[in-house]
C-alpha cells in the first residue's frame, strides 16, 4: 500500500541520515577497538594519526584506573588491533614506540601482571622487518620481550599522576 511504501522511504532516509551523521571522530572507552576502526576506515578524512593518539591514550588510560585486572582484557584486545592498525598503514614505528614506553611504566611495579600476562604471556612484541617497513629485526623483537625493564631514576611512576582524575573521562 501507499502508506507502508511511505513509511518505508521514510525509515530508508532515517536509516542513511542516521548513518552519515554518526561518523566516529574520537576513540572512546567503551568500545575503543570499533571506535578506533572506523577511524582508520573513514575515507572522508584522514583520522590515522589522531585514532593511534586516541587509542594510545585510552590504554594507558584504563590500565592506571584497572582495579586490579578489571580492564586488562579490554586494553590487550585495543593493543592487538593498534598493532594490526599500525601495520596496515605504515605507521609501525609509532606502535613500537609506544610499546617501548609501556614497558618503562608498566613492566614493573603493580601493573606488572598486565605486562607479563598480557604482552610477554601473548607474545606481543615489537612491529619487526618481517611485518612492516621498520629497522627492528625478529631477534631483536624476541629480546623485547625476554628483557625485562630496569628502572631508572627518570621513569613515569603510577603515582606521577595521582593528582590526575583517573575515572572522570572513563565511560565504562
Keep these: ?57 585510552v590504554v594507558r588510560h584504563m590500565l592506571r584506573a584497572s582495579i586490579n585486572d578489571q580492564y586488562y582484557g579490554k586494553v590487550a584486545l585495543c593493543l592487538e588491533a593498534l598493532r594490526a592498525g599500525c601495520i596496515k598503514e605504515e605507521e609501525a614505528p609509532k606502535f613500537n614506540d609506544f610499546l617501548r614506553d609501556l614497558k618503562v611504566e608498566f613492566s614493573c611495579g603493580r601493573r606488572r601482571d598486565f605486562w607479563d600476562t598480557h604482552i610477554k604471556g601473548k607474545r606481543m612484541s615489537l612491529i619487526a622487518e618481517d611485518e612492516a617497513d621498520v629497522e627492528v629485526t625478529a631477534a631483536e623483537a624476541e629480546a623485547f620481550l625476554r628483557e625485562d625493564h630496569v628502572p631508572a631514576a627518570s621513569d613515569p611512576t603510577p603515582e606521577a599522576d595521582s593528582e590526575e582524575d583517573l575515572f572522570g573521562e572513563l565511560e565504562l
Design 1 to 57: 500500500s501507499l502508506s507502508r511504501a511511505s513509511s518505508l522511504s521514510a525509515l530508508d532516509k532515517v536509516s542513511v541520515d542516521g548513518i552519515l551523521s554518526n561518523k566516529v571522530a574520537a576513540v572512546g572507552t567503551v568500545n575503543p577497538v570499533k571506535d578506533f576502526q572506523d577511524m582508520f576506515n573513514r575515507r572522508d578524512e584522514d583520522l590515522v594519526d589522531k585514532a593511534i593518539a586516541e587509542m594510545q591514550h
